[in-house]
C-alpha cells in the first residue's frame, strides 16, 4: 500500500481532480482520495490519460485498470470502487 501524505485538498489538475472527487464522492477520505489521485497521474500523466479516454462512456478497461490499482493502492475499498463502477 502507498503512504498516505498528509494532503486533503483537490489536486489541481482536469483528471486527477475528478477522479478525487469522484473518490470523495463515494465515502472516501480525501486525505486517502488525494494519495489514490497522486498515484495515478504519478504513472501515468493526464494527456495520455485522456489520449487513453479516461472521458469516455464506458471507460476502456486499460484506464480502469489504472484508476483501481492507483485507488487500491492508496487504501480505497473494492466495495467502495465497485460502487462507483454501478453508479457510473
Known sequence: ??????????????????????????????????????ALVSTTSEEELLSMGIASTPTPAGVTTLLETAALSCGVLQSQLDQGFRQG
Do not use: K, N, Y
Open 1 to 38: 500500500m502507498t503512504v498516505v501524505s498528509g494532503a486533503t485538498e483537490r489536486p489541481e489538475g482536469l483528471v486527477a481532480g475528478v477522479f478525487f472527487d469522484s473518490l470523495v464522492g463515494l465515502g472516501v477520505e480525501p486525505q486517502i482520495a488525494r494519495c489514490a489521485a497522486d
